[in-house]
């Protein structure tokens, strides 16, 4: 089978795609024959910034081709989803059963991985916040997987008012398709009227302006993996809170939880209340192509590579 690996850190241009054998399924886990593969900033900033080369994970897509003992709910012809930790650009992945989820009928791969694990995350992020209906939503990386589903999400969920921030202002127009009633860009001096939630997919040194948009006893969920810190005093004056989400701690260890909200996106898809945006489909063996769109942060939705 074919595997996208690199042998040093770097750009986009360290992926080399590799002849690698199948690997075969342990306790709990599902082989899948990939379709779909997610793109994730996780992934590209572990080539460019990892202190050793890694596995590289993603969201996957496609069709259980044999189970490892231990698994109970699926069986070879499923079609499913999840996340995959390591070589997830292959054409053959291994999946653990707490992360597989089944996709409808009515879905194709790429819809699924733009769809479940972003929208997993944009979900949990704002459930995190627990928004009151008629509260104000901000959320940054707004252009990016998770962030235009969350910009979405927000508004479904009751929210009277829907802030876009983005690193690009030429995205203003795709983030108010999606519901946005205001577009405000990182460099901006003031991102406008005090917002009750920041959800920020982004962290680094935006943490410190994306706190300042919090109203009194606003809240900052974090969600990204790009790290940051901030001063205590910051979060004192006007009572405000930064609360950390990670998807993963829900797939483990609140199963029930998991599912419900899988069923959730995908009834809001299939109704149509739910839009997902593939900025790209990209070939496997082109999968540098696909870093760049992301590094470049020119996407407009979920990037994907394809294995056919």
């Not at 992926?15 to 900033?41: F, K, M």
């Not at 707004?142 to 008012?161: E, K, T």
């Not at 983005?166 to 405000?184: E, I």
Request: aromatic letters at 4%.
């Amino acid at each position: 089978m074919r595997r996208v690996r690199y042998d040093s850190n770097g750009g986009p241009d360290v992926l080399r795609l590799e002849d690698a054998p199948v690997p075969d399924p342990g306790p709990g886990e599902l082989l899948v024959r990939s379709e779909a593969i997610g793109v994730t900033l996780p992934a590209v900033r572990k080539v460019r910034e990892g202190t050793a080369p890694a596995h590289l994970g993603g969201e996957i897509a496609g069709t259980v081709v044999a189970v490892g003992s231990q698994v109970t709910g699926f069986a070879a012809g499923d079609r499913v989803t999840g996340l995959c930790f390591a070589d997830a650009y292959a054409d053959l992945a291994l999946l653990a059963e707490p992360f597989a989820t089944r996709i409808p009928e009515h879905a194709s791969a790429v819809d699924a991985v733009a769809l479940v694990r972003s929208g997993l995350v944009a979900r949990g992020a704002l459930r995190a916040a627990r928004p009151h209906p008629g509260e104000s939503v901000l959320v940054t990386a707004a252009a990016s997987g998770v962030g235009h589903l969350a910009l979405q999400l927000a508004r479904l969920d009751g929210a009277a008012r829907v802030v876009a921030a983005t690193g690009s202002a030429a995205k203003a127009g795709f983030l108010r398709g999606l519901g946005a009633d205001a577009v405000v860009t990182y460099d901006a001096a003031d991102w406008g009227k005090p917002v009750d939630v920041v959800l920020d997919g982004v962290g680094g040194a935006l943490l410190t302006p994306a706190v300042a948009a919090l109203a009194p006893n606003g809240r900052l969920v974090a969600f990204s993996s790009g790290g940051g810190t901030l001063q205590a005093y910051d979060l004192l004056v006007g009572a405000k809170s930064v609360i950390g989400f990670q998807m993963a701690l829900i797939a483990r260890n609140e199963p029930e939880l998991y599912a419900r909200w899988c069923a959730e996106l995908w009834e809001l898809h299939r109704t149509g209340l739910l839009r997902t945006a593939v900025h790209a489909e990209v070939p496997l063996e082109e999968a540098a192509r696909a870093h760049r769109f992301i590094e470049s942060r020119a996407n407009l939705g979920k990037v994907v590579l394809v294995t056919s």
